[in-house]
């Protein structure tokens, strides 16, 4: 089901519901761009702790923004069966009040989403609002003061408002009191915006939304006016502004509040951008984020770390996609029958049973909440031998993932994931090797890069001079080096030794040389004196 800014609000009430009602619930995002080219050095590297990884896609996320959010909803019924309320929202920052947003597009990102189908005219005429707790109390604050302002500047904004003043001014000097007039086709925003600007205008006039993107215009006196605004019948109070100003962060404090699981697949973009859009902006600290996120949410699950884990749990084949995934798990890999969780698409959803949408956001929301319920029925069984009872509980399926459980995929990094409930686990990628240049003189980084992709995929970065170090995620690769480079004229390649081919080590050991040896020389030649 498709959701955008004007049907959002009546929606809202029944995603409460099934998300109160829900065993889990599992998202997806996509947005305008992953990893700013603009920035240097913002490229993700094997070299990358996560607190470095954490900062360099922190600059990403406050550049780029979200187009769409896919939220799919689990509910178990009595039986084994969980049925699935899958949703597609499409998102635009909140324009209402606070400075205007601006934000990057990346071309290959647009290009990407385009080739899957991608609506951008939703995005940008429907796009549903949303705004962080600082943007919030800054809107609280002008709307106490009567200095807020609209931030829509295009001309298509402005001539609805304007046409909307127009038709109200020239009717009122001739309208008698309690006369009215209905203003049309007003979209989302529009609806607020003539509101507030007729009455901040026109002290003798009172609005109300009919619905049906209409507003109605009445002609009253000041005192009738006042008396209007101090009632309970206020539209415009500034609760309900604030309530539609926030628009999709209502649904965020929700699922804040009732602390289901929150499923995702190498979600650590996904969390960044909820933690800057909708709760506040991303905090210098990785720490400091990762307990955010955890007070957040307790319980988060990441499919991608999940099936990695799988890998070494049972006969589960490397694959490299979510789609790829609920594809392996759906064959004859996961065991059928009365025990195995039937996963069944709500009415409204069941073009995803008859078709795939890859990298829309609805759709691969609910292929991350089927591969986490297959995963989990697949451990179990291996668990168990193969003895299921005929129902197992959503906490059964949840006990076999434990140790997965707020493990987010670190995707090529110098750890294998980011444990948001405890300490990350130290690195283990395949040991490091230095390359020592002769005779070649004036390489770069990318020279050396390209000198061995034959060999496979290697980060690089400059050590000294002359000096280079390899890092792969793959022994293989480490170990084809070593062996294709043994007798090379130009490039002598070792495996990293800290003690060895650290330059600040080097240098210690060079000053420590140097002190030595005056406290040898002033020994010597004062022992020369006193003979």
């Not at 209905?182 to 006039?205: P, S």
């Amino acid at each position: 089901m498709e959701v955008g800014a004007e049907s959002f609000a009546q929606h809202l009430p029944r995603l409460r519901r099934r998300i109160l009602g829900a065993a889990f619930v599992a998202l997806d995002m996509e947005f305008t761009g992953l990893h700013s080219t603009s920035l240097q050095n913002n490229e993700p590297s094997l070299f990358d702790s996560p607190a470095e990884r954490y900062a360099k896609a922190r600059q990403s996320v406050q550049r780029f923004t979200l187009v769409q959010l896919g939220l799919a909803i689990f509910s178990k019924e009595n039986s084994n069966k969980y049925v699935v309320h899958s949703y597609n929202f499409f998102l635009f920052p909140s324009t209402l009040g606070i400075r205007d947003v601006e934000f990057t597009l990346s071309a290959s990102s647009i290009q990407f989403l385009s080739h899957y189908g991608f609506d951008y005219n939703k995005f940008f005429k429907d796009g549903i609002p949303y705004m962080n707790e600082v943007q919030e109390t800054i809107l609280r604050q002008q709307l106490s003061a009567g200095t807020w302002k609209i931030c829509s500047t295009s001309n298509a904004d402005r001539d609805v408002l304007k046409k909307a003043i127009d038709e109200v001014t020239s009717w009122i000097t001739s309208a008698k009191e309690e006369d009215t007039m209905i203003l049309q086709d007003l979209n989302g925003y529009h609806i607020i915006e003539v509101q507030l600007v007729l009455r901040q205008a026109l002290e003798n006039v009172w609005t109300e939304p009919l619905g049906d993107k209409k507003v109605m215009v009445k002609k009253v006196s000041p005192e009738h006016r006042q008396f209007l605004e101090n009632s309970s019948y206020d539209h415009c109070q500034k609760k309900l502004i604030l309530l539609s100003a926030r628009g999709f962060t209502n649904l965020f404090q929700i699922l804040v509040k009732v602390k289901k699981p929150l499923v995702g697949h190498n979600m650590l973009m996904d969390l960044m951008h909820l933690h800057d859009k909708f709760y506040r902006p991303l905090p210098e600290s990785y720490e400091e984020f990762k307990r955010n996120i955890h007070n957040l949410f307790p319980v988060i699950i990441d499919t991608k770390t999940v099936t990695k884990s799988m890998q070494k749990k049972c006969l589960f084949p490397r694959i490299s996609s979510l789609l790829e995934a609920y594809t392996v798990l759906s064959s004859n890999l996961n065991p059928k029958g009365p025990p195995c969780p039937v996963i069944a698409l709500a009415s409204g959803c069941s073009k995803y049973a008859e078709k795939k949408f890859p990298h829309e956001a609805g759709y691969d929301a609910f292929l991350c909440g089927s591969v986490l319920l297959m995963s989990a029925h697949l451990l179990l069984c291996r668990a168990t031998d193969d003895v299921v009872e005929a129902e197992p509980s959503f906490s059964q399926y949840l006990t076999m993932l434990a140790e997965d459980v707020n493990k987010v995929n670190f995707i090529r990094g110098g750890v294998s994931s980011i444990n948001f409930s405890g300490e990350d686990p130290p690195c283990r990628h395949p040991p490091a090797l230095v390359v020592h240049v002769r005779g070649w003189p004036g390489l770069t980084e990318g020279q050396i890069y390209q000198e061995f992709t034959a060999c496979g995929r290697f980060d690089v970065r400059r050590l000294s001079k002359n000096q280079f170090i390899l890092l792969s995620s793959k022994y293989k690769h480490v170990r084809l080096v070593l062996r294709d480079y043994r007798r090379h004229p130009h490039l002598q390649v070792s495996v990293y030794r800290h003690w060895r081919h650290s330059p600040s080590v080097n240098c210690l050991l060079q000053i420590s040389g140097i002190v030595a040896l005056w406290s040898l020389l002033a020994f010597v030649l004062g022992g020369a004196r006193s003979c």
